[in-house]
């Protein structure tokens, strides 16, 4: 085969997924064509079809789904066609899948040097101290810490954004023909995202690499993508090379992905706190990640909380709901010290304080439907039962815009962004007066994002509920946020209102950030690693 020739070539490819005892039709006769080496973009919202594409380009359909139609040639060979046994031979070799969640991905039973060797020595690409050398090399290109032992902890020992990157590495371990990746940097921050993304590129380009990128983010589209395939509810709406399709895209529903992240909130000063965390330290062990942190979050209004990955953002989190006592410091909430430690507070004051987290795949019971999931809480913290329970389920429910047909569903049967509702009336049904939202939208196409970023602003103008929103994302925080707390290896480095934050002079760090949250033109990222090279400005 010649190198112009596809490596990938897909036609007529019909999906079907299982609903009840019913099938309909998820992917609509797609059509889809990859060199070697080339990055195709697949874009689109939450039930575009992008993920079952993406696994159906390895032959594989998810439990719950099936291929009726069309075939999927890698290298000559219908995959589609083909048992299980044979396609065994061909994953982790020479097609590859990087998941969007990784904390779910893992064995957390298993080191991560040991997940990395498993395809190469299950393959016998390598023997066991090459696979060694080959993860050192790999965790170092994708700039993890300690590259030469990060490989000897355990998932739950690295933060979310290092396990994603460990996963790639994964994904890279045998060398592919084919990586699908699907939302890969989804849990990075984007100082972070800028390494990955970078690495990527040049993995790809080193062994001419083909990849099917999978992503909701536009601008990292466009860093990584030669071409771009627009998708809604299973069938293309359009494709065009990237620049193209940027500069000039042709149908209406392309356009309104463009125009996404539009959402501004207009600042409000606050002035009663009702948090008051007061020079609050928290340690791992021996390992001090918090270092005398203060932060203030007013009554009804919204403290967004930035850094990078291992910043202390999520640790400062559970210093504040009790899972972590501080080692020094305080917790004040209305005006009263909390106990350090969640067993030794009232039911009152777990009730008042609530959290939403980052991923909603793990975050909510696969075997529980959403009836019990929201009415948990609801009895638990306000003794509701019977009819009153089943009425304040629809009530919550509506509240989060969903209607009382969701009640009897399972979480395999929403979407992303009917999940991540299901965990905002969880949270509500308590009826706090602090939510703690934990990177809420990172996991959610743009579109779906912002309807969640509305819903939250709604439900604060309805409720007076105060926010500590978590986020890498900055342009969430335009959004949302009335204040910012900036920080960096554990300790607060910037904080104030968010127009003062976000307006120049600022501090390095914050800079830092700012710069590096990717921008919708082609070259973007090229051009901040060249400007970020030792002796750029020299």
């Known amino acids: 085969m010649s190198a112009g020739d596809a490596l990938l070539r897909i036609r007529g490819l019909r999906i079907e997924g299982q609903s009840e005892d019913t099938w309909h039709e998820i992917i609509k006769g797609i059509d889809l064509d990859l060199k070697r080496g080339e990055v195709l973009g697949l874009i689109g919202e939450s039930g575009a079809g992008k993920s079952t594409i993406g696994l159906a380009a390895m032959g594989y359909a998810r439990p719950g789904c099936r291929i009726t139609a069309g075939t999927i040639e890698f290298d000559g060979v219908d995959l589609a066609r083909?048992?299980?046994?044979?396609k065994r031979k061909i994953w982790g070799a020479r097609i590859s899948y990087v998941?969007?969640?990784a904390a779910a991905a893992f064995n957390p039973a298993h080191q991560l040097a040991d997940?990395?060797?498993?395809?190469p020595l299950w393959h016998g690409r390598m023997g066991a101290d090459e696979c060694r050398r080959a993860a050192v090399d790999l965790y170092r290109r994708l700039?993890?810490?300690?590259?030469?032992?990060?490989g000897d902890r355990y998932p739950h020992q690295v933060s979310g954004g290092q396990l994603q990157r460990a996963?790639?590495?994964?994904?890279?371990s045998c060398r592919p023909d084919l990586?699908?990746?699907d939302e890969p940097t989804t849990a990075l921050d984007v100082t972070t995202q800028i390494e990955v993304l970078a690495a990527i590129k040049d993995t790809i380009k080193q062994y001419g690499t083909a990849a099917l990128?999978?992503?909701?983010?536009l601008a990292v589209v466009a860093q990584m993508a030669d071409r771009i395939m627009v998708l809604r509810y299973g069938e293309l709406v359009e494709e065009a090379p990237t620049a193209q399709m940027l500069s000039n895209p042709q149908k209406a529903y392309t356009k309104s992905l463009w125009a996404v992240r539009s959402l501004r909130k207009d600042e409000e000063r606050g002035e009663q706190p009702l948090l008051s965390v007061k020079g609050v330290s928290a340690s791992y062990g021996a390992v001090q990640v918090l270092h005398d942190v203060s932060?203030?979050?007013p009554r009804g209004r919204t403290v967004a909380v930035v850094g990078e990955s291992g910043s202390g953002k999520s640790t400062l989190a559970r210093a504040i709901t009790g899972l972590l006592p501080p080692t020094q410091g305080t917790v004040v909430f209305d005006g009263k010290p909390l106990p350090p430690a969640l067993k030794s507070r009232s039911k009152d004051l777990l009730r008042r304080v609530q959290m939403i987290y980052q991923m909603p795949d793990t975050a909510l019971n696969p075997r529980r439907r959403v009836r019990d999931i929201i009415g948990r809480p609801v009895k638990h913290f306000l003794g509701l039962g019977g009819a009153a329970l089943d009425r304040r389920i629809a009530e919550l429910l509506a509240m989060t815009e969903l209607d009382e047909q969701f009640m009897e569903r399972l979480p395999s049967e929403l979407s992303g962004g009917q999940k991540q509702r299901v965990c905002i009336a969880r949270a509500l049904a308590a009826e706090p007066e602090l939510i703690i939202c934990d990177e809420v939208t990172s996991a959610l196409d743009q579109i779906v994002a912002e309807e969640i970023l509305k819903l939250l602003l709604r439900l604060q103008k309805e409720l007076k509920v105060s926010y500590l929103y978590i986020t890498h994302d900055l342009a969430t925080v335009k959004a949302i946020a009335d204040e910012i707390v900036v920080m960096y290896r554990g300790r607060v480095v910037q904080s104030g209102m968010k127009s003062r934050v976000l307006s120049p002079p600022h501090h390095e760090y914050t800079d830092l950030l700012l710069s590096s949250v990717p921008e919708m033109k082609v070259g973007w990222l090229d051009d901040v690693l060249a400007r970020r090279r030792p002796g750029a400005n020299a």
């Open 82 to 86: 083909l048992d299980e046994a044979a």
């Open 99 to 101: 998941a969007q969640s």
């Open 115 to 119: 997940q990395f060797a498993e395809a």
């Open 143 to 150: 700039q993890l810490p300690t590259p030469e032992t990060i």
């Open 167 to 172: 996963m790639t590495a994964m994904a890279m």
């Open 179 to 181: 990586i699908v990746f």
């Open 213 to 217: 990128y999978i992503t909701h983010d």
């Open 295 to 297: 932060v203030e979050v």
